[in-house]
């Protein structure tokens, strides 16, 4: 062991003052930005006391700049720090910003430690008070009884497909999708238990039990498998048995103090879950956005693609599709369809207006910016 105190070279010294010089004046430029912020803000409630403060389209554009200038940067001086990380910084940056203007509230599926709450957190940063419900409706309804100002809900996954609660609940709701964001899904066997043996039951979420299927038949076959309305709930039921596990992420092990058994343990190694940000506004175009629609037909032969034909005539490109009954017809169903382009276009609002005409059942459910982060 060597206890003779280390002395710093005069190089180390001067690196060391390089750092401290950087470290003040990105200090200085954050205070001054966040300034500016609450500035726009008392600008906007001048001209307009009830004025959105988010600004979705807004944001997209500035992360998209900041990722740009981070591959220039990059290239110019060496720069180290990846373009996600980069654009990681910024946002939160910006969610500090946004809370000098206007502290917001917004609803995810609950409890805490779920997907959906690491979804909020990677679109909307650390600044906003996230508040946690206990079902995917409930997002729904506090957002539209004004208790939140926006919320986060998942709509499909890259494994196991859409998520039919959310669309069953646009199906019936006036709130706007109004932005997105992807999410790598990494899955944990969360349990106080001494080892696989000793587990007789797992809860997790519906989707999270399918995305994890071929695991759990190889290491745990006898094993029940339990839904439950979220993977932070079934996080808490196995905290309070030795014989329980949960499937969850990280955040939800070091929330509620259990052991990870395995990690990792999803079936797919690039699975990912999207979300949707609902609100209660329509926004402009940011360059580069999605419009998603709702619409049903009567069944009969070529009625579909009698439908989808003007989008194909407009060259408008159709990025998913998913259908939902009715509920007012037996084997009579809408569709849920994403197209790339805002509903400024003119190309898209172009075949959209044909779509209307010739539907039976037409909804515009929001046009975004596609997802940055």
């Given at each position: 062991?060597?206890?003779?105190?280390?002395?710093?070279?005069?190089?180390?010294?001067?690196?060391?003052?390089?750092?401290?010089?950087?470290?003040?004046?990105?200090?200085?430029?954050?205070?001054?930005?966040?300034?500016?912020?609450s500035k726009i803000a008392k600008a906007k409630t001048a001209a307009d006391a009830?004025?959105?403060?988010?600004?979705?389209?807004?944001?997209?554009?500035?992360?998209?700049?900041?990722?740009?200038?981070?591959?220039?940067?990059?290239?110019?001086?060496?720069?180290?720090?990846?373009?996600?990380?980069?654009?990681?910084?910024?946002?939160?940056?910006?969610?500090?910003?946004?809370?000098?203007?206007?502290?917001?509230?917004?609803?995810?599926?609950?409890?805490?430690?779920?997907?959906?709450?690491?979804?909020?957190?990677?679109?909307?940063?650390?600044?906003?008070?996230?508040?946690?419900?206990?079902?995917?409706?409930?997002?729904?309804?506090?957002?539209?009884?004004?208790?939140?100002?926006?919320?986060?809900?998942?709509?499909?996954?890259?494994?196991?497909?859409?998520?039919?609660?959310?669309?069953?609940?646009?199906?019936?709701?006036?709130?706007?999708?109004?932005?997105?964001?992807?999410?790598?899904?990494?899955?944990?066997?969360?349990?106080?238990?001494?080892?696989?043996?000793?587990?007789?039951?797992?809860?997790?979420?519906?989707?999270?039990?399918?995305?994890?299927?071929?695991?759990?038949?190889?290491?745990?076959?006898?094993?029940?498998?339990?839904?439950?309305?979220?993977?932070?709930?079934?996080?808490?039921?196995?905290?309070?048995?030795?014989?329980?596990?949960?499937?969850?992420?990280?955040?939800?092990?070091?929330?509620?103090?259990?052991?990870?058994?395995?990690?990792?343990?999803?079936?797919?190694?690039?699975?990912?879950?999207?979300?949707?940000?609902?609100?209660?506004?329509?926004?402009?175009?940011?360059?580069?956005?999605?419009?998603?629609?709702?619409?049903?037909?009567?069944?009969?032969?070529?009625?579909?693609?009698?439908?989808?034909?003007?989008?194909?005539?407009?060259?408008?490109?159709?990025?998913?599709?998913?259908?939902?009954?009715?509920?007012?017809?037996?084997?009579?169903?809408?569709?849920?369809?994403?197209?790339?382009?805002?509903?400024?276009?003119?190309?898209?609002?172009?075949?959209?207006?044909?779509?209307?005409?010739?539907?039976?059942?037409?909804?515009?459910?929001?046009?975004?910016?596609?997802?940055?982060?």
């Amino acid at each position: 062991m060597n206890d003779k105190p280390q002395i710093d070279s005069q190089e180390l010294l001067e690196l060391r003052k390089e750092i401290d010089t950087a470290d003040s004046q990105i200090q200085r430029l954050i205070q001054e930005r966040v300034l500016v912020a609450s500035k726009i803000a008392k600008a906007k409630t001048a001209a307009d006391a009830s004025a959105s403060f988010y600004r979705p389209e807004r944001e997209a554009q500035v992360l998209r700049r900041v990722r740009e200038r981070n591959i220039k940067l990059r290239e110019e001086i060496g720069g180290l720090v990846n373009d996600d990380d980069m654009v990681h910084l910024m946002r939160e940056i910006m969610s500090t910003s946004l809370a000098a203007e206007m502290p917001m509230t917004v609803a995810y599926l609950g409890p805490e430690g779920t997907y959906t709450q690491a979804a909020v957190i990677k679109h909307f940063g650390h600044a906003v008070k996230a508040a946690d419900v206990k079902t995917i409706a409930d997002v729904f309804r506090v957002v539209e009884q004004g208790r939140a100002h926006f919320g986060v809900v998942p709509v499909e996954n890259s494994t196991e497909g859409v998520i039919t609660h959310t669309l069953d609940c646009f199906a019936s709701s006036s709130l706007k999708v109004c932005g997105e964001v992807h999410l790598p899904i990494n899955h944990n066997l969360l349990s106080n238990a001494e080892g696989l043996p000793s587990i007789n039951k797992v809860y997790a979420h519906p989707q999270a039990l399918a995305q994890c299927r071929n695991w759990l038949e190889r290491y745990l076959p006898d094993a029940e498998l339990v839904a439950s309305n979220s993977n932070s709930e079934a996080a808490i039921i196995a905290s309070k048995s030795s014989d329980v596990a949960a499937i969850a992420g990280d955040i939800a092990a070091k929330l509620y103090s259990i052991k990870v058994l395995a990690s990792g343990i999803e079936d797919e190694r690039n699975n990912t879950t999207r979300f949707l940000i609902i609100g209660t506004n329509t926004y402009k175009e940011s360059g580069d956005d999605k419009t998603t629609i709702m619409i049903s037909t009567p069944n009969k032969i070529g009625s579909l693609f009698e439908l989808l034909k003007p989008l194909y005539d407009a060259d408008v490109d159709m990025s998913r599709i998913e259908s939902r009954p009715s509920r007012q017809t037996n084997w009579e169903y809408v569709f849920f369809i994403d197209l790339v382009g805002h509903v400024d276009r003119p190309e898209v609002s172009k075949a959209l207006d044909e779509l209307r005409d010739k539907s039976a059942f037409f909804k515009l459910i929001g046009s975004y910016p596609v997802g940055v982060l």
